[in-house]
């Protein structure tokens, strides 16, 4: 082993253990051990073990925010081209796939990535937001952005939260859980990735319609005479 080889060993056994048992159940020994390396050579790379959970899926997001930021001016390129309104399928394909592609590629760390990112999304903590406001919210205002100009009816703020039901369910969908072969009594294939975005842009695409197209007085679904908390 190099030193150059060090960096990408702590980081490798890193993402296996905090998938395996979440960023509070490992700690930068276990790690170090499982790179067969000193705890001091670990800290001299990643000074403590928040700064190396950080490290772990900045490795995985900036690729996937490459994709998708690629996309999304593909799609932005194209309708200014055609002079044609964007689909709202066409955005959340853009913003959706590479995620859902990584997720189940093992050979880059995909099932470990799903892991993780469910931890962050589901994890208040300090070590999981700073990620999230680093790699995850520029990508988030992007992708709404762009989702806007599909859907110029929806307010500003009914779109973040339909943009974090679209983030909810994306990583349900990829959640390597094998819950789905369970609810489907085995006809579902959770790896079939075509099959989960088959099903998973046109369920958030028509989630977005019915919310653009809800009335601006209050909501239908709320009782007559409920006080508006």
């Not at 853009?94 to 590629?105: G, I, K, N, Q, W």
């Not at 989702?147 to 939260?161: E, K, Q, V």
């Not at 079939?192 to 088959?198: E, K, W």
Request: charged share 20%; glycine share 6%; aromatic share 6%.
């Amino acid at each position: 082993m190099t030193r150059a080889d060090v960096p990408t060993r702590l980081l490798d056994s890193a993402e296996a253990r905090f998938a395996e048992r979440g960023y509070h159940g490992v700690s930068m020994r276990q790690i170090a051990a499982g790179a067969d390396i000193t705890i001091s050579l670990a800290q001299y790379h990643f000074s403590t073990k928040e700064a190396l959970f950080g490290a772990v899926l900045e490795r995985r997001i900036a690729a996937i925010n490459h994709q998708r930021l690629s996309r999304l001016d593909a799609v932005e390129q194209q309708a200014d081209a055609s002079g044609a309104p964007l689909a709202v399928e066409d955005v959340l394909r853009a913003f959706l796939e590479p995620t859902v592609l990584l997720s189940r590629d093992d050979a880059s760390g995909g099932r470990h990535y799903a892991q993780l990112i469910a931890q962050v999304v589901n994890e208040p903590q300090p070590h999981a937001r700073n990620v999230s406001r680093a790699h995850s919210d520029p990508i988030a205002r992007q992708t709404m952005r762009v989702l806007a100009r599909a859907l110029p009816g929806l307010d500003a703020p009914a779109l973040a939260w339909c943009y974090l039901f679209a983030v909810g369910a994306m990583i349900s969908a990829i959640s390597p859980t094998g819950r789905i072969r369970q609810l489907s009594n085995g006809k579902s294939d959770p790896d079939d990735v075509q099959r989960i975005l088959g099903l998973l842009v046109p369920f958030l695409a028509g989630g977005f319609r019915a919310v653009a197209a809800l009335p601006a007085a209050e909501p239908p679904w709320r009782a007559p005479g409920a006080p508006v908390s």
